[in-house]
């Protein structure tokens, strides 16, 4: 199988729990350290890895990654980034790299990889992380749910082109996971003022949903080969509110995040 962004948080955690369960790995990430110990942990479990140092966002990277590996059965396109703030807020140089990324980075994984798939033959399933942000938009995430958005209807379409190859598609929407990725996003507007970023991991920490949850109930969507599957409790709440009311979605959704200020 192979994990994009497998250094850290919900990618690390997918890839160790295949690993577990008898998986050899392909794991790429920019954080090397990160990624060394992955392979470390993976080897430890008697694993063979194959590890790249590669950026999702570069085509000629991902495209010489794809050429250097095997087909995968299982393909994780998780590698992302978090930008908080709203439309007034976000430069523009900063959607290009979330854009680049968050969106890019899943179609390149898609575009280099699934013709390996097909030409390999016997199935497979792709994953890609899209986000609670990706099934209703916070005002807060304007730049984030727009790419979580893209990952979303990106997967959808791909599953029915898939269907007579026998490859699954999932989208991923993970509500809120404790990872370093608090740590890492860029903060604009009200989650960029003093104290903000402190107040947002905190949040996290306290809801105490980990990655390892989070990957166990990834490979559950897979053997179910779910569409969407909504991770965490807020997010399978989300999802429904959505589908009944976008009105209702819309005003949890700002509420939710005048809340995360606090
Ligand atoms: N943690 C959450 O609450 C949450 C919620 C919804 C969706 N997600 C999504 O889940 C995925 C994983 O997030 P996480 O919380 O585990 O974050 P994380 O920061 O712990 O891990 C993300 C990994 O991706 C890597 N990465 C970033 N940009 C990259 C690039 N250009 N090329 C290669 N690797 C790159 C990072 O180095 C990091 O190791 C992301 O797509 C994120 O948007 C996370």
């Known amino acids: 199988?192979?994990?994009?962004?497998?250094?850290s948080g919900i990618g690390r955690e997918t890839a160790l729990l295949c690993a577990r369960r008898g998986?050899?790995?392909v794991i790429c990430d920019l954080n090397a350290e990160g990624l060394a110990a992955t392979e470390a942990d993976a080897r430890g479990l008697g694993r063979n890895v194959v590890t790249r140092s590669v950026d999702v966002s570069d085509r000629e990277q991902m495209r010489a990654f794809a050429s250097e590996v095997a087909a995968p059965d299982l393909l994780v396109n998780n590698a992302g980034v978090g930008i908080g703030g709203g439309l007034l807020d976000t430069?523009?140089?900063?959607?290009?790299?979330?854009?680049?990324?968050n969106l890019m980075g899943v179609v390149h994984g898609c575009h280099?990889?699934?013709?390996?798939?097909?030409?390999?033959?016997?199935?497979g399933h792709v994953v890609n992380l899209s986000s609670l942000a990706g099934l209703v938009a916070s005002p807060e995430l304007v730049a984030y749910s727009a790419t979580?958005?893209?990952?979303?209807?990106l997967s959808l379409a791909l599953r029915e082109e898939l269907?007579?190859?026998?490859?699954?598609?999932?989208a991923i929407c993970p509500g809120i996971v404790n990872t370093p990725i608090t740590r890492s996003s860029?903060?604009?507007?009200?989650?960029g003022e003093p104290g903000a970023r402190e107040r947002i991991v905190r949040n996290y920490e306290r809801r105490g949903y980990g990655p390892e949850r989070g990957a166990k109930n990834i490979l559950r969507a897979v053997e179910r080969n779910r569409p969407i599957a909504p991770i965490t409790p807020e997010?399978?709440?989300?999802?429904?509110?959505?589908?009944?009311?976008?009105?209702l979605a819309g005003w949890m959704a700002r509420k939710l995040a005048a809340a995360a200020q606090r």
Do not use: C, N
């Not at 997010?235 to 009311?245: E, N, P």
């Open 1 to 7: 199988m192979l994990v994009t962004g497998a250094g």
């Open 23 to 25: 998986a050899d790995l």
């Open 91 to 101: 430069p523009l140089e900063d959607w290009d790299w979330v854009v680049r990324i």
């Open 112 to 123: 280099f990889f699934v013709p390996k798939m097909i030409e390999r033959g016997g199935g």
């Open 148 to 153: 979580k958005f893209g990952v979303l209807g």
């Open 163 to 170: 269907v007579p190859h026998e490859i699954g598609v999932t």
């Open 186 to 191: 860029r903060l604009y507007g009200k989650s």
């Open 235 to 247: 997010s399978w709440v989300s999802w429904a509110v959505m589908r009944t009311s976008p009105r």
